[in-house]
C-alpha cells in the first residue's frame, strides 16, 4: 500500500493525463493544502509529502474548513485535490464545506472512509474518486452535482443505500459498477444518457427505476446483474 501514491501517478504520467504537486504547499489545523491561484486566494485539500507516503495523515472525522489563513492571507478551499485522501486507513467521515466546487478524481480512492457529507457548492466529482472505498455504505449525491466522472462509486462493496440527485444528466461508465449489497436505485428525471457498465456487477440489486428521460443505454450497463426481477 505505501508505494500506491507512487504507482498511480507513474500511470497516469505514462499517459500524460495529469499534473500534480509533489509536496503539500502549507498545514493548518492538521489538514495539508496546495495553492491552485494565488492571485484569488484558492486553495486546495491535498495529502502530506509526497505520493509514498504512509498513508496516516487523515484519520477519524475530518471537517474541511471554507477558509483558512496562512502567513496572514485567508484562502478559500475550492478543490479536495488529486489522491488526498487516497488509501488513509484510518478515515472515518469528511464533511465537505460549500465553498468546494470540485473533487478531483481519486481523491478517495481506497481509503477507509464510512460517510462523507456533500456541501452544496459542488458541481463535479471526477473519474474514481470514491471507487474501492468498501466501508461506504450510503452515498446522498445532492442536486448541485452536475457531473459524475468514471467509475466514481465503482467497487464500493458495502453501499447499501444510494439517492441520485436531480442535477445529474448523465450517468457515465461504471460508475456504480460492482456496488454490491444494494437492492434498489431509483434514477431521477434528469437523466438522459446510463453508460456503459454503469450498474454491471451489482449482484444485490433487484428493483431499477428507469425515467422516460433516459434515451441512451450503453453496452453492458446492467450485466451480471442477476437478481433483478423490476
Known amino acids: 500500500m505505501k508505494n500506491l501514491r507512487f504507482l498511480l501517478v507513474v500511470v497516469s504520467l505514462l499517459f500524460g493525463t495529469v499534473s500534480v504537486n509533489a509536496k503539500e504547499d502549507f498545514e493548518v489545523d492538521g489538514i495539508y493544502y496546495n495553492i491552485i491561484d494565488y492571485a484569488n486566494s484558492y486553495v486546495e485539500v491535498t495529502y502530506k509529502g509526497d505520493f509514498d507516503s504512509s ?8 471537517v474541511i474548513p471554507e477558509t483558512v489563513t496562512y502567513a496572514n ?9 488529486y489522491l488526498a485522501f487516497c488509501a488513509c486507513k484510518n ?3 469528511v464533511t465537505i464545506p460549500n465553498s468546494v466546487t470540485s473533487i478531483v478524481r481519486q481523491a478517495f480512492y481506497c481509503s477507509s472512509i464510512t460517510s462523507v457529507k456533500l456541501g452544496g457548492g459542488v458541481k463535479e466529482i471526477g473519474n474514481q474518486a470514491f471507487s474501492d472505498c468498501t466501508n461506504l455504505t450510503s452515498v446522498t449525491i445532492p442536486d448541485n452535482v452536475t457531473s459524475l466522472g468514471n467509475a466514481v462509486f465503482s467497487y464500493c462493496s458495502n453501499l447499501s443505500s444510494l439517492v441520485i440527485g436531480d442535477g445529474i444528466t448523465r450517468i457515465g461508465p461504471r460508475v456504480f459498477k460492482n456496488f454490491g449489497i444494494l437492492e434498489s436505485v431509483t ?4 437523466v438522459k444518457i446510463i453508460g ?9 440489486l433487484t428493483n431499477l427505476v428507469i ?19 423490476s
Not at 478559500?76 to 485535490?81: A, H, K, N
Not at 434514477?187 to 434528469?190: E, K, W, Y
Open 55 to 62: 498513508f496516516d495523515e487523515y484519520a477519524g472525522d475530518v
Open 73 to 81: 492571507k485567508t484562502f478559500t478551499v475550492t478543490r479536495i485535490g
Open 91 to 93: 478515515l472515518n467521515s
Open 187 to 190: 434514477i431521477p428525471d434528469s
Open 196 to 204: 456503459e457498465e454503469a450498474f454491471k456487477g451489482c449482484t444485490g
Open 211 to 229: 425515467p422516460d428521460s433516459v434515451t441512451s443505454i450503453g453496452y453492458a450497463a446492467f450485466h451480471d446483474c442477476s437478481k433483478l426481477t
